[in-house]
């Protein structure tokens, strides 16, 4: 079994900044990429940021030069910091990690998790 545990969000205002952890515990023998998604009203949830076990990131425009993602891999945790906080940032953040498990004591398959959610809300 593996978890997903994220912590961090909360209210802000505009221009405002916040730091949201994911901490991957449970029967993990590697993990791949992690990520952060998120999903606001009405809306579709989407990419925010990714960052390979080498430590490579992706960001799409919308937060580019606002957000920045790390990882530690010895706590197998992933960071999301976020500065220049706009109304828009508003939704659930999800974090999402590709995770080999454990089995019988050798490396299984790969598989998806995700965290609960945590909400970011940005509002004056």
């Known amino acids: 079994q593996v978890q997903l545990v994220e912590s961090g969000g909360g209210l802000v205002q505009p221009g405002g900044s916040l730091r949201l952890s994911c901490a991957a515990s449970?029967?993990?023998?590697?993990?791949?990429?992690m990520g952060w998604y998120r999903q606001g009203p009405g809306k579709q949830r989407e990419l925010v940021a990714s960052?390979?076990?080498?430590?490579?990131?992706n960001y799409p425009d919308p937060v580019k030069g606002r957000f920045t993602i790390s990882r530690d891999n010895a706590k197998n945790t992933v960071y999301l910091q976020m500065n220049s906080l706009k109304p828009e940032d508003t939704a659930v953040y999800y974090c999402n990690a590709e995770i080999v498990t454990v089995v019988a004591g050798s490396p299984g398959y790969l598989y998806d998790y995700w965290g609960q959610g945590t909400q970011v809300t940005v509002s004056s």
């Open positions: 960052i390979t076990s080498g430590g490579s990131t």
């Open positions: 449970g029967s993990i023998y590697s993990i791949n990429v």
